[in-house]
């Protein structure tokens, strides 16, 4: 299994050109995250998805788009790309755990990661 | 929202234990604790997880005390390769808006 992955591993873009990145699980997860890291920074969750077609608004969306057509991927686009955009941005997975009938989350796994740099 | 505050550093020496304690005083009822260890240029690694008293597997402890307010994680005899930053995280049930909040991370730097 070769877990989470990312594409690209870097990539350097323009003021104002668009891209996408793509992270691809094959661990059957039902939850899939995108989070930013700035230097000497936490992660900061940008969207996340709890299921196929389903995506929602994490801590820092705006900039932002994602895409969850399928189970394994989970697609991060950047329409218009500013410099304040630069980071290293992760993807993670996880499965659902529950309790009762709360869905709680479990252990994620991570991608390793893509370095972004916007000029 | 739960927050969490952590050391922003720590040094030990190899062989020694190693204590990093996080605090979060916001908890919520079903939030749980969560422990990830970073190596620079890698995404995050999971350590441990917990909701109250305490947690031990091969590599760590994690201690909850009863008001949930602050975990310890604990881990035994460190080597070098431990030198990493870890993330102190807290996480909310995923029903409605979902936080999932990672704290700023204390780099523990091993010497030999």
């Known amino acids: 299994n070769a877990g989470v992955t990312q594409t690209p591993k870097f990539r350097v873009l323009k003021t104002g050109q668009s891209m996408t990145l793509l992270c691809a699980q094959d661990m059957n997860h039902e939850y899939m995250y995108w989070y930013r890291q700035d230097p000497g920074m936490g992660l900061r969750l940008i969207h996340y998805s709890v299921g196929e077609g389903t995506t929602a608004k994490g801590e820092v969306p705006d900039g932002y788009n994602v895409s969850r057509l399928k189970k394994q991927n989970f697609l991060l686009g950047l329409e218009s790309a500013a410099p304040s955009q630069t980071s290293v941005y992760f993807c993670?997975?996880?499965?659902?755990?529950?309790?009762?009938?709360?869905?709680?989350?479990?252990?994620?796994?991570f991608g390793p990661g893509t370095r972004l740099t916007v000029l | 929202l739960a927050k969490t505050t952590q050391p922003i550093s720590m040094d030990s020496y190899e062989g020694q234990e190693v204590n990093i304690t996080c605090s979060h005083n916001?908890?919520?009822?079903?939030?749980?604790i969560t422990w990830y260890q970073q190596f620079p240029s890698q995404g995050p690694r999971f350590i441990i997880q917990g909701y109250k008293t305490k947690v031990t597997n091969e590599v760590a402890s994690l201690f909850i005390p009863a008001d949930r307010k602050s975990s310890t994680l604990s881990l035994p005899r460190v080597s070098l390769s431990d030198t990493a930053v870890y993330y102190c995280l807290v996480g909310s049930p995923m029903d409605s808006s979902y936080k999932l909040i990672f704290g700023s991370g204390t780099r523990l730097l091993v010497r030999p």
């Open positions: 993670a997975s996880s499965d659902v755990l529950t309790s009762g009938s709360v869905p709680l989350y479990n252990e994620q796994f």
């Open positions: 916001n908890i919520a009822t079903n939030d749980y």
